[in-house]
């Protein structure tokens, strides 16, 4: 069964610093991972997404991820905070990419000024 | 880009009232909607699986008879809590599978239904 794993509920970095939020993932078959990010009472907007081309993938707002099928990790990154970007983050893994996601547990960050 | 309309954003209802969600997939066909619940700071559960036509797939340990799930189109799903109790409050997101859209493989979210039983 496939499975994420996000380490650290609660990341906080200072404005214009680097983000990185990690995400280990498990897959009988080569998996179709995601990063999506959720706002308070809002629904989760797709970041960027993997599906099996180009290892480092670029997203939306200056995020990007690297998948590492040796470390089995698809962490996000990004080289400078803004206060924009605190919010709720979720990895999800989908192995057929018709079968519905798995989440991880979410990280939430925190930007400080 | 693929976007799926969900609605009400809120709803207040009373124990024992029945509250549907709606959830409409406006520049594509969403032959696969997923159903999730999301409690206060934590992640979300899969509760079903529907597919248009046929009858819902739900995961383990969610009632089928509480949670009611309609796909009879392929741009429009929905989910009907009955009887409902305080419980059943949580945030409900939708999510379907855009196939067939510019952006390739992806899964479109609603923005998300919080439902509050009083």
């Known amino acids: 069964a496939q499975s994420v794993t996000q380490l650290g509920s609660h990341v906080s970095v200072s404005e214009g610093a680097l983000v990185l939020l990690r995400c280990n993932y498990s897959?009988?078959?080569?998996?179709?991972l995601f990063w999506y990010v959720q706002y308070p009472n809002q629904g989760l907007q797709l970041l960027l997404k993997y599906t099996s081309a180009a290892t480092l993938v670029k997203g939306i707002n200056g995020f990007e991820a690297e998948f590492k099928k040796s470390e089995t990790s698809f962490h996000l990154t990004k080289p400078s905070a803004h206060m924009s970007d605190a919010a709720e983050y979720f990895c999800?893994?989908?192995?057929?990419?018709?079968?519905?996601?798995?989440f991880g547990k979410g990280t939430r960050l925190s930007v400080i000024a | 880009g693929a976007v799926v309309s969900q609605h009400p954003s809120w709803v207040i209802c009373k124990s024992g009232t029945s509250v549907k969600i709606e959830c409409r997939s406006l520049d594509f066909q969403a032959t696969t909607m997923f159903w999730y619940r999301q409690f206060p700071k934590q992640s979300l559960m899969l509760m079903a699986t529907s597919n248009e036509g046929s009858k819902a797939t739900y995961e383990q340990g969610v009632e089928k008879d509480k949670f009611l799930i309609n796909h009879a189109s392929l741009t429009l799903s929905t989910l009907t809590v009955t009887s409902a109790h305080p419980e059943d409050s949580s945030f409900y997101i939708c999510?379907?599978?855009?196939?067939?859209?510019?952006?390739?493989?992806?899964?479109?979210f609603g923005s998300g239904t919080r439902l509050t039983v009083v």
């Open positions: 897959s009988s078959v080569p998996p179709y």
């Open positions: 999510s379907a599978r855009d196939w067939g859209t510019l952006e390739g493989l992806g899964y479109t």
């Open positions: 999800a893994v989908s192995e057929s990419g018709n079968t519905p996601l798995v």
